[in-house]
T-cell receptor, first 114, second 113 residues
Framework: TQLLEQSPQFLSIQEGENLTVYCNSSSVFSSLQWYRQEPGEGPVLLVTVVTGGEVKKLKRLTFQFGDARKDSSLHITAAQPGDTGLYLCAGDAVGGGGADGLTFGKGTHLIIQP | EPEVTQTPSHQVTQMGQEVILRCVPISNHLYFYWYRQILGQKVEFLVSFYNNEISEKSEIFDDQFSVERPDGSNFTLKIRSTKLEDSAMYFC???????????FGQGTRLTVV
């Protein structure tokens, strides 16, 4: 069974600060996706990383896939109150061919205080 | 922008009743999924569907669950005899191909009383 561990589980910081959240596993994933989920709604895709060592930027958000494709990080620069939400990472199993579905982490609850 | 749509948004049902949750995946997508999220817990994979048949299912997806693609657009999840512990958000997702992005619907909140 593949597991994704996200840390920290909860993070509350002041507006303007930088932060990094982590998504770790002992298993290799063929790709990793980051989602943001608002209460009572479905996960909304932020980014997909596929290649080991890949870095993708989305405005103030920087996503990195580990060289071994076992871990990923999300770094937010100059956090804004609008960044508040639940951030989920989800991985595709190697060799699953898309049939296995995504394995989700429990998420990081992020609160940015004005 | 294309999106996955789910109906109903909320469903309250008596224990033992059958429910059908409906999804319209993105039109050019080939892989369809159902996931479940119990309140306060992580999103869990239930079943995947490709080429008009189940590709993979988790241990949660027991004989009480079934999926169907009755026409070219709808994708349904049926729970035959609901239990209290089936109360959860159910999300439908679709993707165009393997290792492409998976897009999720807004979910159906199922409450079994």
């Amino acid at each position: 069974t593949q597991l994704l561990e996200q840390s920290p589980q909860f993070l509350s910081i002041q507006e303007g600060e930088n932060l990094t959240v982590y998504c770790n596993s002992s298993s290799v994933f063929s790709s990793l996706q980051w989602y943001r989920q608002e209460p009572g709604e479905g996960p909304v895709l932020l980014v997909t990383v596929v290649t080991g060592g890949e870095v993708k930027k989305l405005k103030r958000l920087t996503f990195q896939f580990g060289d071994a494709r076992k871990d990923s990080s999300l770094h937010i620069t100059a956090a804004q109150p609008g960044d508040t939400g639940l951030y989920l990472c989800a991985g595709d199993a190697v060799g699953g061919g898309g049939a296995d579905g995504l394995t989700f982490g429990k998420g990081t609850h992020l609160i940015i205080q004005p | 922008e294309p999106e996955v749509t789910q109906t109903p948004s909320h469903q309250v049902t008596q224990m033992g009743q059958e429910v059908i949750l409906r999804c319209v995946p993105i039109s050019n997508h080939l892989y369809f999924y159902w996931y479940r999220q119990i309140l306060g817990q992580k999103v869990e994979f239930l079943v995947s569907f490709y080429n008009n048949e189940i590709s993979e299912k988790s241990e949660i997806f027991d004989d009480q669950f079934s999926v169907e693609r009755p026409d070219g657009s709808n994708f349904t999840l049926k729970i035959r005899s609901t239990k209290l512990e089936d109360s959860a958000m159910y999300f439908c997702a679709s993707r165009r191909d393997t290792n492409t992005e998976a897009f999720f619907g807004q979910g159906t909140r199922l409450t079994v009383v």
